[in-house]
C-alpha cells in the first residue's frame, strides 16, 4: 500500500469496471515489523476464510499502528491483484487505506465485526 495525497479524480468507469475489482474483508492474524521494506511496513498475515485462507501484504502503515494491536482487526483489500515482490517478501494482496491530513495511512476496514471474505459492493 502506498500513500497518494492525490486531489485529482479519476476518468469515470462503468460497473462493470469496478466488478473486475475484487475488494474483500479480512481478518488479521499476524502482524510483525518489516525492516526490510525500503519504506517503513509491517508485514501482514491476512484471514479471508474460505475459500481464499490466508494472504500476506505489506503495508506502509507504521505512522498509525504497531504490530500488536493489529491482530483481530477487520480490514480491506484487493485480493485479485497479481503477487507483488516486496523485498524478500511476496505481497499477496493490496490492503486498503486513505491518507489522513498529513498523507499517512489510516487502515479502512467495516465499522462492525462481518464474516470473512465479504467482497465490498
Avoid: W
Avoid at 1 to 20: E, L, R, V, W
Avoid at 63 to 85: D, I, S, W
Avoid at 95 to 109: H, M, N, Q, S, Y
Amino acid at each position: 500500500m502506498s500513500p497518494q495525497n492525490d486531489d485529482t479524480t479519476s476518468a469515470q468507469i462503468g460497473f462493470d469496471d469496478f466488478m473486475k475489482i475484487d475488494i474483500r474483508v479480512g481478518t488479521i492474524v499476524e502482524a510483525a515489523p518489516f525492516p526490510e521494506a525500503r519504506k517503513p511496513a509491517i508485514k501482514l498475515t491476512i484471514d479471508f476464510g474460505a475459500p481464499l485462507g490466508r494472504k500476506k501484504s505489506s503495508a506502509q502503515i507504521t505512522r498509525h499502528y504497531e504490530p500488536g494491536e493489529l491482530v483481530g482487526r477487520q480490514v480491506l483489500a484487493v485480493v485479485n491483484f497479481p503477487p507483488r515482490q516486496i523485498g524478500p517478501m511476496m505481497s499477496e494482496v493490496l490492503t486498503l487505506g486513505v491518507p489522513d491530513a498529513d498523507g499517512e495511512v489510516v487502515l479502512i476496514g467495516p465499522s462492525q465485526q462481518v464474516p470473512e471474505g465479504g467482497r465490498l459492493y
